[in-house]
Structure formats: structure tokens, C-alpha cells
């Protein structure tokens, strides 16, 4: 029985059922921006300023914009989160994998952060395309930024999705995933993985025991929340208005 709900700050809510207590983790994640900084916009005005408590931004930030394209986006977006974290995207220039920030946003490519009770570990640009866009990498690349030493309870932020799921199936009904990342979700296990780069993909899938989600592109208006209620993670799927 609910005895009592608060609300703290508005990013953090602790519910109490009789001598337990369960502090709900907010989440907002948006991917496959492409430079729509309307979008940006309209959803700060929708929300409002520090909402969540942290904010995910998992690459195609710019549609093969520079630097300071990046940044109009990210000042934008970092207003809704007490904290914010972002990997570059494909079609992100090449030198965002070496800024450390944008903004107020940490950039995790290749690096594992705290985030509450689990670690965020970050994996940007994507495997090879047809279209040989500005960040990509071969599956050998990509299996060295991944840190297969994680242990515990961990959230995978990687723009390309697996390969062979629904998050990575394209509208010819084909697959364009990474095999390495695949293989790194079966064997690390990650309580959550987040995607993004294939747009038409949106949708939430398991693969193993690791719930996965690919929020949809946010120049359409599609994101996601995310409640984490102790290790299970609760996943709305959204559009803006």
C-alpha cells in the first residue's frame, strides 16, 4: 500500500510503500536531433528548465554541421537536465569525438561515467554505411572503444543499435546493426541499452536479458523517458506536439 508519493525537485521522485522506499531516476533521451533546433526548443518550453534529472543525447546532433552547430543545439537542450551527456552521432563531425564538452553535456564516447546507483558507458558514430558518412568504424574499432572489463549494473549509450533486432531493421526489411555491439550487449548484459541511427526503427526490443530502446528521431519530434524504479527501467516512448 502507498502510504505517501513526493515530488523532489521535480527530477527525482521517492515513493514510500510501507518501510520501503523507491527513488525513481528521470531520464530524457533524445537522438537523431540533425539540427533541428526548433525541436530543441519546443521541448524546453514543453518541460521546462531542469525537468529531469539527467539528459541523454545519443548522436546526430547536426546534419554534417560543424562545431558550432553542436553547441546552438546542445545549450539548448542542457537547460532541461540537472546533468546531460551526449556521444556524437555518424553524420556528427569528426573533431566531437575529441570535445570533451558541449556546453554543460560531457561527452562519454569510449568512456564510462556514475550515474545514481549504475555506470553510463558511451559508444558514438556507427559501423560502415553505403554512404560513408563523417564518423564510422569497422566492427574491429568499435570492439576496442567498448570496455568489455565493465562490471555490475551498467546503461549502454551507443548511437549505432545490434545487429539482426527490431531497433536495427530498415524499411526494405533489411539490417544494418553492428555484430559487435550485438555481442557486447549478450555478454556484458547492461540493464538498458539506448539507440538511435536507424529512424525508422523506433521501438523498444530485449535482446538476452537487456532491455532496449531506440527513442526515434527527434528532428521528427520522437523521444524518450525513462524511469528507473530501483534496476527496472520503465520506457515511454513520445512526440512532440
Do not use: Q
Not at 69 to 98: H, K, Q, W
Not at 218 to 230: N, V
Amino acid at each position: 500500500m502507498i502510504i505517501c508519493c513526493i515530488a523532489v525537485r521535480y527530477n527525482l521522485f521517492i515513493t514510500i510503500f510501507l518501510n520501503d522506499i523507491i527513488v525513481v531516476m528521470m531520464i530524457l533521451v533524445v537522438t537523431d536531433i540533425h539540427g533541428n533546433i526548433r525541436r530543441a526548443r519546443r521541448i524546453v518550453e514543453e518541460y521546462g528548465e531542469k525537468y529531469f534529472k539527467y539528459l541523454i543525447v545519443n548522436g546526430d546532433i547536426t546534419h554534417f554541421g560543424d562545431y558550432r552547430d553542436a553547441l546552438n543545439i546542445m545549450s539548448t537542450l542542457t537547460t532541461l537536465a540537472e546533468e546531460s551527456y551526449f556521444v556524437p552521432g555518424n553524420c556528427d563531425p569528426r573533431n566531437l569525438l575529441e570535445v570533451e564538452e558541449l556546453a554543460t553535456a560531457k561527452n562519454i564516447h569510449g568512456k564510462t561515467i556514475d550515474l545514481d546507483r549504475f555506470k553510463l558507458h558511451g559508444l558514438g558514430g556507427s559501423n560502415r554505411t553505403p554512404f560513408h558518412t563523417y564518423i564510422e568504424f569497422d566492427e574491429d574499432e568499435i570492439r576496442g572503444i567498448l570496455n568489455w572489463d565493465l562490471e555490475g549494473s551498467f546503461i549502454l549509450m551507443s548511437h549505432v543499435p545490434p545487429k539482426d533486432t527490431k531497433l536495427d531493421r530498415l524499411f526494405t526489411g533489411g539490417h544494418a546493426g553492428s555484430v559487435t555491439v550485438r555481442d557486447f550487449i549478450i555478454v556484458k548484459k547492461p540493464v538498458l541499452a539506448i539507440h538511435g541511427h536507424i529512424h525508422e526503427a523506433r521501438g523498444i526490443d530485449k535482446l538476452g536479458d537487456t532491455i532496449m530502446v531506440n527513442p526515434g528521431p527527434f528532428r521528427s519530434g520522437y523521444y524518450a523517458t525513462i524511469e528507473f524504479r530501483d534496476d527496472e527501467p520503465e520506457i515511454g516512448l513520445h512526440k512532440l506536439i
